[in-house]
């Protein structure tokens, strides 16, 4: 069992009885360190439905899937340390994020259409707990790079962005070419899907069939261009898309192009 599934064991409501700061680390202990998950009074041992100790046939690609999930997982305890001594009141502002004295160690903000509350210790999405380590990195970088200039509406592509040579080719492969080959044929079921997660018009002087700004974050909006397909001119549909000249100062490359990617999955889960 991975400690994404077992966490789903717990109440997710980290108050520590375990002896660990929160439920993931609990999770991680209990997967990975052979920790007993009876430590947490919460976790009954007989739902359980899967061994939870390291797997025997912990190999090959199977090991290279858990490495990564242990970075990804190390990567936001990092990420929470980092944010967790910094001033949410003064940082909504400069994100787009709603500060309340109510919960003063958290923001509120939306992420492709949906309400997102993020604390030091866990992040949220319509009230449930955001477990996929991938979309946590996402999110606590995103307060944890505190903000800085607001986008002006001047486009550039991911080929412009600093050292991005080899993030052009993930971007393609994640999303443009997913979503060229998803909505061929189909460009007003595509336009009405990004009205769906908050989507304006973009600039009037483009040529493609579709462009639209998406809020993927508050202040890392991504100007999705389609093309659709032509068939007398033998023309395959085709997406680009666009990023605003700062964003860098909200999202390291990494970080953006998952942006894009759940972008790409938000769209065909909405396409139903
Ligand atoms: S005791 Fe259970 S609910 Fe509390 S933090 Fe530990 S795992 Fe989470």
Same mark, same amino acid.
């Given at each position: 069992?991975?400690?994404?599934? $077992?966490?789903?064991?717990?109440?997710?409501?980290?108050?520590?009885?375990?002896?660990?700061?929160?439920?993931? &680390?609990? &999770?991680?202990?209990?997967?990975?360190?052979?920790?007993?998950?009876?430590?947490?009074?919460?976790?009954?041992?007989?739902?359980?439905?899967?061994?939870?100790?390291?797997?025997?046939?912990?190999?090959?690609?199977?090991?290279?899937?858990?490495?990564?999930?242990?970075?990804?997982?190390?990567?936001?305890?990092?990420?929470? @340390?980092?944010?967790?001594?910094?001033?949410?009141? @003064?940082?909504?502002?400069?994100?787009?994020?709603?500060?309340?004295?109510?919960?003063?160690?958290?923001?509120?903000?939306?992420?492709?259409?949906?309400?997102?509350t993020?604390?030091?210790e866990t992040?949220?999405? &319509?009230?449930?707990?955001?477990?996929?380590?991938?979309?946590?990195?996402?999110?606590?970088?995103?307060?944890?790079?505190g903000?800085?200039?607001?986008?002006?509406?001047t486009?550039?592509?991911?080929?412009?962005?600093?050292?991005?040579? @080899?993030?052009?080719?993930?971007?393609?492969?994640?999303?443009?070419?997913?979503?060229?080959?998803?909505?061929?044929?189909?460009?007003?079921?595509?336009?009405?899907?990004?009205?769906?997660?908050?989507?304006v018009?973009g600039?009037?002087?483009?040529?493609?069939?579709?462009?639209?700004?998406?809020?993927?974050?508050?202040?890392?909006?991504?100007?999705?261009?389609?093309?659709?397909?032509?068939?007398e001119?033998? $023309?395959?549909?085709?997406?680009k898309?666009?990023?605003?000249?700062?964003?860098?100062?909200?999202?390291d490359?990494?970080?953006?192009?998952f942006?894009?990617?759940?972008?790409?999955?938000?769209?065909?889960?909405?396409?139903?």
């Open positions: 069992m991975t400690p994404h599934e $077992f966490v789903k064991y717990t109440p997710a409501t980290n108050c520590g009885e375990c002896g660990y700061p929160a439920c993931l &680390a609990f &999770a991680v202990a209990v997967t990975k360190g052979g920790v007993s998950p009876e430590l947490c009074p919460y976790v009954h041992r007989e739902n359980l439905t899967a061994d939870i100790g390291p797997r025997q046939e912990d190999s090959g690609l199977n090991m290279v899937d858990r490495d990564q999930e242990e970075r990804d997982m190390a990567l936001v305890a990092h990420l929470k @340390s980092k944010v967790r001594d910094l001033d949410f009141k @003064s940082l909504g502002p400069r994100l787009g994020a709603l500060w309340s004295a109510d919960e003063p160690d958290a923001l509120s903000f939306s992420y492709l259409g949906r309400s997102v993020l604390g030091s992040v949220s999405m &319509a009230d449930e707990q955001l477990v996929d380590p991938r979309d946590q990195i996402l999110l606590y970088n995103y307060v944890a790079f903000g800085g200039r607001i986008p002006d509406g486009w550039v592509g991911m080929e412009s962005l600093p050292n991005s040579i @080899s993030k052009i080719r993930t971007l393609a492969t994640y999303c443009e070419q997913r979503l060229a080959k998803r909505f061929s044929g189909r460009a007003e079921k595509l336009a009405a899907l990004c009205n769906e997660i908050g989507a018009p600039p009037v002087d483009q040529s493609a069939d579709v462009g639209k700004v998406i809020p993927v974050l508050p202040n890392v909006p991504h100007y999705l261009l389609f093309w659709d397909e032509e068939l001119d033998g $023309f395959e549909a085709r997406v898309v666009l990023f605003d000249h700062h964003v860098m100062d909200f999202l490359l990494e970080s953006l192009v942006a894009a990617e759940r972008m790409t999955d938000r769209l065909a889960e909405l396409d139903v």
